[in-house]
């Protein structure tokens, strides 16, 4: 997985609500393509990742494997938890991030793709690829649902702030279609598939 396709605008807003030099560690960072740019935007940015490249910051390993690494003053996940161990990987990400820290996710929720979804990419893709609600459930079947991604998260997070964003774009490479897509979504004319979370830990009672 290469270019800012997922984290475009999510590196301006992690930037935005951190203090420079803050210790940052992107889980799922594939190409290390969050990790350069927040480096750019003046955060010491790490990433881990089993498939990560070559590369002076990026660890290759599971983020539940990482150790020695310290706590980091903020956590990233972009489009790396709806396929992940669930149990095992948000107590890695709690492990992981110092008491008072922020953790932040952009992931989506393929259960809520519905016939309106459908019609929509039908329009703008220019693939021949099945679009039906039915062969979108066959294709994504085995990934969490966005429900379960935020029970696990809730958890052992307390959620900040939750904001539904679009994801049909994104995955056409459409970034130009981004704004109708949230537009849509916002007058309930398509389902919001994206979701950004900010988290902080949860408080021990
Ligand atoms: C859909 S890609 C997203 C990559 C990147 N975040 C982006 O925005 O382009 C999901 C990534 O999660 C990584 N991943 C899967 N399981 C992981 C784990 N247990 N720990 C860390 N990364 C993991 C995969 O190797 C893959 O690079």
Redesign the pocket.
Known sequence: ?TGS???KDFDAGVAAALPPGSRVLD????DG??VDRLGELGLDALG????ASAHARLIRE???HARGLGTFDAVTA???LH??GLDA?TSALARLLRPDGRLFVYDFDWVAYDDRAAAWLARHDSFDADNSVAGWRREHGGLHPGAAIQGALAARFEPLLKVRRPYLARMLARHDLEAQEQALIDMQVLPALGFWMIAGRARVT
Not at 27 to 30: E, L, R, Y
Not at 48 to 51: C, L
Request: with cysteine; proline share 9%; net charge negative.
């Open positions: 997985m396709r997922w984290w889980v799922g960072c594939g393509g969050l881990v990742d089993p498939a599971p983020a539940e972009v489009m790396a396929h992940a990987m």
